[in-house]
């Protein structure tokens, strides 16, 4: 199953900035995943990033807010803008393979 | 995806077998069975999958009842290590593939003692 790297493992950031985390995985894949893991939650999908086209969002979610780039098929970048304590959670990307999905380990943002 | 319940938390012993339930009594014809779990500070793994009979792999058994309608994750013999929250997942699809995520539900809380 692919290997996916993600950084940066955690930040600890001021409200009304932004942070922006990188997903690189090691082998070339079309459908990219974010998603949010809010404090003792469980995991809700963002939007999914397709190369080449704009990524989709899923109910609730913005892409002012959460603006994603996929430059290629191997990275993706999720970024969170103007930060408020709400925005404090673990934040992941994924993809799917033949065996299932690869989770990243995540990106623990609080914001302070 | 069709609706998944399971047990908040479960406790069990170390080297002892571990049944994890999930009902999923809605589940249509294609909908196959998927389980991942969580580890601490780590993103979710797949554990098995399955669609209508019983599956073994390396890390686990998946049971699934003959009306479909619930399914119980085995660990054999459980270890420190799996500890984890376990999420029972259906979708309508096998494992690759597909342009959607997952979604998922509260999961189970395994605590295992040493």
């Known amino acids: 199953s692919a290997v996916i790297s993600q950084k940066p493992s955690r930040d600890i950031c001021q409200r009304g900035t932004s942070l922006t985390i990188q997903c690189q995985v090691d082998?070339?894949?079309?459908?990219m995943f974010w998603y949010r893991q809010q404090p003792g939650q469980s995991l809700t999908l963002i939007a999914t990033?397709?190369?080449?086209?704009?990524?989709?969002?899923e109910s609730g979610f913005v892409i002012d807010k959460f603006p994603i780039s996929r430059p290629n098929l191997t990275f993706s970048t999720l970024t969170v803008s103007n930060m408020s304590p709400e925005d404090s959670s673990i934040y992941l990307c994924?993809?799917?393979?033949?065996?299932?999905?690869?989770f990243g380990s995540g990106t623990r943002l609080t914001v302070v | 995806d069709a609706k998944t319940t399971q047990p908040n938390s479960m406790e069990s012993n170390e080297e002892e077998p571990v049944h994890l339930p999930c009902n999923h009594s809605t589940i249509s014809g294609t909908d196959y069975i998927h389980w991942y779990r969580q580890l601490p500070s780590q993103g979710p793994e797949y554990v098995i999958h399955?669609?209508?009979s019983n599956v073994n792999n390396r890390m686990a058994s998946l049971a699934i009842a003959e009306d479909r309608k619930s399914s119980t994750l085995i660990l054999h013999r459980a270890t420190l290590r799996d500890a984890a929250v376990y999420y029972c997942?259906?979708?309508?699809?096998?494992?690759?593939?597909?342009?959607?995520?997952?979604?998922f539900g509260k999961g189970t809380h395994l605590i295992i003692q040493p």
């Open positions: 997942i259906l979708r309508d699809r096998v494992t690759g593939g597909g342009a959607d995520g997952l979604t």
């Open positions: 990033a397709n190369q080449g086209s704009e990524a989709t969002y």
């Open positions: 082998s070339q894949v079309t459908m």
């Open positions: 994924s993809v799917n393979g033949f065996y299932g999905y690869t």
């Open positions: 399955g669609l209508t």
